[in-house]
C-alpha cells in the first residue's frame, strides 16, 4: 500500500531532550515536506526536500534541522526542544516539487505525530 | 496580512443543502489553488485543485476561482454529514521560485446537521 509512514504517533518528552521524528515514504517520491499545524494557524512548513540531498527551509525552520540521505526517508531532528515546539507535526510527500504546481499532483501526508514539550 | 485567509467557522450546514467555503489570497500572482479536506484526527487530503478562472466540477464539489479578486471558493452539493471536516485552502504563490512552495489558510470547520 502506497503511504506516508511517521513515527511515533505521540510524543511527549521534555525541554531540551533531543529527538527525531522519522518519515518513511514508499512510492518513490522525489518532494518530501515536513509542517506543523497549530490552531489558527494552519500547516506551515518547516524544511523541505525537493530530492536526496537538497533540503531547504520553509517559513518556520528555527529550532529544526532535516536530512535527506534516502530518497524515501526525511526525518525531522529537534536537538534541543522547547514548549514552543508543542504541536502537531506532519509529513508530506509528493512525485515531484516541481509538477507540484501545475498539476493535479497531490501532497500525500503521514498519520501525523503529536508532540508535547513539557 | 495572512496571505491565505479563510473564516475559522464552523460553519454549520444543513444536510443536503449546499455549503459555500471561501478562501482569499494576498499573491494577485499566484497561479494553482487547492481545497484539502482534514477530518478530525486525520491528516489532510487534496479534494480539488484549480488553476483557470471559472468553475471546475467534480461530483458533488465544485472549485471557483476569481484571480481578480484574488477569491477562490468550494462548493459541496446534497451536503451528507460525512462532509463534516475542516477544509484547508491551500496556494502556491507566485512570489516563491521554487514551484514546491504551498501556503495553507488555517481552514474552515464545517458542520453538517441532520
Known amino acids: 500500500e502506497a503511504q506516508v509512514t511517521q513515527n511515533p504517533r505521540y510524543l511527549i518528552t521534555v525541554t531540551g531532550k533531543k529527538l527525531t521524528v522519522t518519515c518513511s515514504q514508499n512510492?518513490?517520491?522525489?518532494?518530501m515536506s515536513w509542517y506543523r499545524q497549530d490552531p489558527g494557524l494552519g500547516l506551515r512548513q518547516i524544511y523541505y526536500?525537493?530530492?536526496?540531498?537538497?533540503?531547504d527551509k520553509g517559513d518556520v525552520p528555527e529550532g529544526y534541522k532535516v536530512s535527506r540521505k534516502e530518497k524515501r526517508n526525511f526525518p525531522l531532528i529537534l536537538e534541543s526542544p522547547s514548549p514552543n515546539q508543542t504541536s502537531l507535526y506532519f509529513c508530506?510527500?509528493?512525485?515531484?516539487?516541481?509538477?507540484?504546481?501545475?498539476?493535479?499532483?497531490?501532497?500525500?501526508f503521514g498519520s501525523g505525530t503529536q508532540l508535547s514539550v513539557l | 496580512q495572512k496571505e491565505v485567509e479563510q473564516n475559522s467557522g464552523p460553519l454549520s450546514v444543513p444536510e443536503g443543502a449546499i455549503a459555500s467555503l471561501n478562501c482569499t489570497y494576498s499573491d494577485r500572482g499566484s497561479q494553482s489553488f487547492f481545497w484539502y479536506r482534514q477530518y478530525s484526527g486525520k491528516s489532510p487530503e487534496l479534494i480539488m485543485s484549480?488553476?483557470?478562472?471559472g468553475d471546475k466540477e467534480d461530483g458533488r464539489f465544485t472549485a471557483q476561482l476569481n484571480k481578480a479578486s484574488q477569491y477562490v471558493s468550494l462548493l459541496i452539493r446534497d451536503s451528507q454529514p460525512s462532509d463534516s471536516a475542516t477544509y484547508l485552502c491551500?496556494?502556491?504563490?507566485?512570489?516563491?521560485?521554487?514551484?514546491?512552495?504551498?501556503?495553507f489558510g488555517s481552514g474552515t470547520r464545517l458542520s453538517i446537521r441532520p
Open positions: 491551500a496556494v502556491n504563490p507566485a512570489i516563491y521560485s521554487s514551484a514546491s512552495k504551498i501556503i
Open positions: 512510492m518513490n517520491h522525489e518532494y
Open positions: 526536500s525537493m530530492n536526496v540531498e537538497v533540503t
Open positions: 484549480i488553476y483557470s478562472n
Open positions: 508530506a510527500s509528493s512525485l515531484s516539487g516541481t509538477r507540484l504546481r501545475w498539476t493535479n499532483e497531490k501532497l500525500f
